[in-house]
């Protein structure tokens, strides 16, 4: 009996549960977020590695009201093909 009440109770606070497929398309941002922290590890210039972190998390924060699998999937690849480019020019430079 109290366990009913008790999923009652947080229905009633608009807690809402993700899909599979929402989740894993969270964690994939999670990851892609991750990756661009590690990334920047290698930066010397402490002000650009701190501007590419901002910029990364601001992009996240922009579009994190998404709710069109779609269009989340677009910008996740986007994302990975930006890392890629910043892997690739942090390469360059070294």
């Keep these: 009996m109290k ?6 109770k947080y229905k009633d606070m608009g807690k809402k549960f993700l899909t599979l497929k929402q989740f894993m398309l969270r964690q994939d941002v999670l990851k892609l977020y ?14 650009q590695k701190n501007e590419i972190r901002s910029w990364a998390a601001s992009e996240i924060r922009t579009h994190r009201n998404h ?3 779609v269009t989340i999937r677009g910008l996740i ?3 990975q093909r ?10 360059v430079t070294t």
């Design 82 to 91: 930006m890392l890629k480019d910043l892997e690739k020019s942090l390469k």
């Design 67 to 69: 709710q069109d699998e």
């Design 34 to 47: 991750r990756d661009v922290y590690r990334m920047t590890r290698s930066i010397a210039d402490q002000r």
């Design 3 to 8: 366990s009913i009440a008790k999923n009652l």
């Design 77 to 79: 690849i986007h994302g």
